[in-house]
C-alpha cells in the first residue's frame, strides 16, 4: 500500500539521477525530503541499503528502492497523477530504452568524463581532473551522441506527447555538462540543443535548479545547514559522515 507520508530521497540535489526522480516526484506532485549526500560520503547504513554506494535511493515507508529508472517506474506503478511513461507498451519499451541509453551512455560521458573530472576530483578528492579523459568526451564521446539523439529527438514538444522520465533522463545530463563548461553547439545539433533548453526550463527543473545552485554554493560539509535556511524539503535523518570512501564501481 503507498504510503501517505513524505518519502524520502536520499542523494545530492546536483546528482543528474536524483534530479531526474525529484523531477518525477514533482510531476506527479508527491511529497518529499532529501538528504542531499555526495555518495562517497554515505555511512555504513547508506551502504545498506545502496549495495552500490550510489544515489539515488528511495525510501517509501518499509520500501527501500535504489536505481533512479527502477524508482521511476515505482512512483507510476504505486502513484497516480502525471504518468512518467507512455501507456502503450511499445512507446513504453522506447521510453525505458532512451531512459537506459542516457543513463548509461550519456551518464558515462557527462558525470564521468565531465563533472566527476571536473568538480568531484576536486571538491571530495583534492586531486586535479583528467583532462584527457575531459578532451575525448568533448572531442568524440559526446559529437558522438548528439549526433544520435539529434536523430531521436523532437523538433518541438515532448518525445511522447506528455514531458516524461524519457525527456528528463536526456536532458538532466547535459545541466551537469553545463555545470563542467559543456554546452551542446546549437549550430552543429539544433534540435538537442533546443531539446534539453527546453527540458531544463520547464517549471518543475527550473524549481530544482534553485536548490542546485545554493547547494553548489556551499561546501560540502555547510550544505545541510544552506539548504535548511533556504527553506529545501531536508530529511531530518542524513546518511552522510564525514570521511568519504572511493565507490564500489569504476564507472
Ligand atoms: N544507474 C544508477 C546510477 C546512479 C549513479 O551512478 N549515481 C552517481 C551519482 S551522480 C553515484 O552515486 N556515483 C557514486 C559511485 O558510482 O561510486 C541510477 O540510475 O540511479
Redesign the pocket.
Known amino acids: 500500500m503507498p504510503n501517505d507520508a513524505p518519502l524520502t530521497v536520499i ?2 540535489f546536483v ?4 534530479r ?1 526522480v525529484l523531477a518525477a516526484l514533482e510531476l506527479k506532485n508527491i511529497a518529499y525530503r532529501v538528504d542531499p549526500i555526495t ?2 560520503f554515505g555511512n555504513d547504513e547508506f551502504q545498506r541499503l ?1 549495495p ?5 535511493v528511495l525510501i517509501d515507508g518499509d520500501t527501500v528502492v ?6 521511476c517506474a515505482y512512483l507510476d506503478e504505486t502513484r497516480g497523477g502525471h504518468a512518467l511513461y507512455p501507456g502503450d507498451a511499445a512507446a513504453r519499451a522506447r521510453a525505458r530504452w532512451i531512459e537506459e541509453y542516457a ?2 551512455r550519456l ?1 558515462e560521458l557527462t ?1 564521468w568524463g565531465l ?1 566527476y573530472q571536473r568538480f568531484v576530483r576536486r571538491m571530495v578528492w583534492d586531486e586535479p581532473a583528467d583532462e584527457e579523459r575531459v578532451r575525448d568526451t568533448i572531442e568524440n564521446g559526446l559529437p558522438h551522441a548528439l549526433d544520435h539523439l539529434e536523430t531521436i529527438l523532437p523538433s518541438e514538444g515532448w518525445i511522447f506527447g506528455e514531458i516524461g522520465v524519457a525527456d528528463i533522463a536526456v536532458a538532466t545530463f547535459f545541466q ?1 555538462a553545463a555545470y563542467a563548461g559543456y554546452s551542446i553547439d546549437p549550430e552543429r545539433w539544433p534540435v538537442s540543443a533546443a531539446f534539453v533548453s527546453r527540458v531544463l526550463g520547464h517549471p518543475v527543473i527550473q524549481k530544482l535548479g534553485a536548490w542546485e545552485a545554493i547547494q553548489l554554493s556551499a561546501t560540502i560539509s555547510g550544505r545541510r545547514q544552506a539548504l535548511i535556511g533556504a527553506g529545501a524539503p531536508l530529511s531530518e535523518t542524513t546518511w552522510a559522515e564525514r570521511t568519504p570512501r ?4 569504476t ?1
Open positions: 542523494g545530492s546528482s543528474p539521477y536524483v531526474k555518495p562517497f545502496s552500490l554506494r550510489r544515489i539515488p535504489n536505481d533512479s529508472s527502477i524508482i543513463d548509461s551518464g558525470v563533472f551537469n572511493r565507490g564500489v564501481m564507472l
